[in-house]
């Protein structure tokens, strides 16, 4: 019995008209104001859209299509006056797929894009602006791996480990530092707290620059042994709500969609803010998080 690859696109894009692409859900002002929805609108005007849109055909509605992935993109194309843009169209109509498989690159992934990006010429403040963030930041993400083992580097490509737990890892020698790489793989945890935590309990002959211990920050084995069954648990319950993250999103939508209808009614809103404006601001912020949480997603 031989499994089929079934094709989840198209084989080719298309160019659609904006007008003819209808949003599954609106872009309010919460979202326009977010710092995700900055950064993309300063890399769409910077160097144009790098991740098409996604579509979707339905014969009913005759030559339009749904949007399944890129409201942002698509809201930041309008403001620009672009009238068409280059998608890609999905055999499956379900927008849920798309947000739950967002795989964002890694610290290591995004050093090794901008060295080559660097590599072709583009200059360091281009890339700031097209990323919305300062030179600085650019700067830090470009030397990410200047004094860390070759070793630990291929350990924590894939790794969601934040830049500054690789900032810890270069207070260490090579060999400590694939210790401690292989510690934090163990039990899935690459926060910076953890990452400082082993780097404080290595001894001096590990260190990059040896200093005069400090009695008050030595860390016992035990100490040791309770942070790390402290952070695996932390580290269960974080896979506990990774687990159960598309449900609670999809009810949280619904949710969101039923009190925004309430808050839309002028004498519901009008009853609200004069009587019962503490559940008003609850409703508010009930609405506010969806945003948040799909444009996360986004």
């Known amino acids: 019995m031989t499994n089929k690859v079934t094709m989840g696109f198209e084989p080719a894009s298309i160019t659609v008209a904006i007008a003819e692409i209808l949003p599954l859900r609106p872009v309010d002002d919460t979202a326009r104001k977010s710092r995700k929805f900055q950064q993309i609108a300063a890399s769409v005007r910077e160097i144009g859209i790098v991740q098409p849109p996604i579509v979707a055909r339905r014969p009913e509605l005759k030559g339009r299509y749904l949007l399944l ?13 672009v009238t068409e843009v280059t998608c890609l169209v999905s055999l499956d109509d379900e927008a849920l797929t798309f947000n739950r498989k967002v795989n964002p690159l890694t610290p290591v992934q995004e050093h090794r894009m901008i060295l080559k990006v660097i590599g072709r010429g583009i200059s360091e403040k281009r890339i700031a602006r097209a990323l919305n963030v300062n030179v600085e930041t650019i700067r830090t993400k470009r030397d990410l791996l200047n004094g860390i083992c070759p070793k630990v580097a291929a350990l924590l490509k894939d790794k969601h480990c934040p830049i500054n737990s690789f900032q810890a890892l270069k207070k260490v020698k090579p060999l400590r530092q694939y210790e401690i790489a292989e510690t934090m793989i163990g039990i899935d945890n690459y926060s910076v707290a953890y990452a400082k ?65 309430l808050l839309r009614n002028s004498e519901v809103d009008h009853y609200l803010k004069n009587f019962q404006n503490g559940l008003r601001q609850q409703f508010q912020q009930i609405c506010e998080a969806t945003v948040l949480v799909s444009e996360a997603a986004e």
């Open 197 to 261: 935590t082993l780097v404080s309990a290595s001894s001096q002959d590990q260190l990059v620059k040896p200093g005069k211990p400090k009695a008050h920050r030595r860390i016992s084995a035990e100490q040791m042994e309770q942070a790390a069954r402290e952070l695996a648990n932390l580290q269960n319950e974080a896979n506990r709500i990774e687990e159960t993250f598309a449900a609670d999103h999809l009810n949280l939508v619904l949710a969101a969609s039923y009190v925004r209808s």
């Open 69 to 81: 992935d890129g409201h942002l993109r698509i809201d930041v194309l309008k403001d620009m006056g």
